[in-house]
């Protein structure tokens, strides 16, 4: 069953203003992932956040984790028009294998 | 660049054809996985190589076919394949494919299949 679930679906926003995607999941995890995929290309790996972490910074993402809610967010700062791309959260738990959800398609406008 | 490649980056096939896509990787890396990306779904994992060996086979039809002749190198043998089979087939590694580590995936493999 699918385990991570990313909202909004689509997101659009002014480059320079702030990019807030959202990730839900059903069981019990030993640590969420975001990835970054441009078109077509491949996932980067952004952050891994564990399920005692509640907070983690890298240069302009901010991510957090609420296990009581099953729930975590990707803050994205001052976006710019590079940013613009599908972010997807994965989970890692008893299934042992990264289970990801459909995506958040990001767009920046220059 | 991820130190994960692979071939073909595109791939058009009839269904009766036979392909592979191959991928490497170039980080000493003792996992390596298959995902198949179809439009608007998530991505699904086809296969998991820990040190060669298969260690997850999540329910895939026989006519994909892994290959992992050593831990640098992945195969993904395609048999008469059927159109909702085109899809993105990424290749991804992990230092050891447990406790839920970073994955570093390849650019994709984008079949079409007629």
């Known amino acids: 069953s699918q385990q991570g679930e990313e909202d909004p679906q689509a997101l659009s926003i002014q480059e320079g203003e702030n990019a807030t995607m959202n990730c839900s999941y059903k069981?019990?995890?030993?640590?969420l992932q975001w990835y970054r995929q441009n078109s077509g290309r491949g996932l980067v790996h952004l952050i891994l956040?564990?399920?005692?972490?509640r907070e983690k910074h890298s240069g302009r993402l901010r991510v957090t984790l609420d296990t009581s809610k099953k729930s975590s967010s990707l803050l994205i700062t001052a976006s710019r028009a590079a940013d613009t791309a599908s972010y997807f959260c994965?989970?890692?738990?008893?299934?042992?294998?990264?289970?990801f959800g459909s995506g958040t398609q990001l767009t920046v406008l220059p | 660049e991820t130190g994960v490649t692979q071939t073909p980056r595109h791939l058009v096939m009839g269904m009766t054809n036979k392909k592979s896509l191959k991928c490497e990787q170039h980080?000493?890396?003792?996992?390596m996985y298959w995902y198949k990306q179809s439009a608007k779904k998530p991505l699904e994992l086809m296969f998991v190589?820990?040190?060669?060996?298969?260690?997850e086979n999540n329910s895939v039809p026989s006519r994909f076919s892994p290959e992992c002749p050593n831990s640098s190198h992945l195969f993904l043998h395609l048999h008469t394949l059927q159109p909702e089979d085109s899809a993105l087939y990424l290749c991804?590694?992990?230092?050891?494919?447990?406790?839920?580590?970073?994955?570093?995936f390849g650019p994709g493999t984008r079949l079409l299949v007629l």
């Open positions: 190589y820990s040190l060669e060996e298969r260690v």
């Open positions: 069981t019990s995890i030993n640590n």
């Open positions: 994965a989970t890692w738990g008893s299934a042992r294998q990264l289970t």
């Open positions: 991804a590694s992990s230092r050891s494919g447990t406790a839920g580590e970073t994955q570093y």
């Open positions: 956040i564990r399920s005692n972490e």
């Open positions: 980080l000493g890396h003792n996992a």
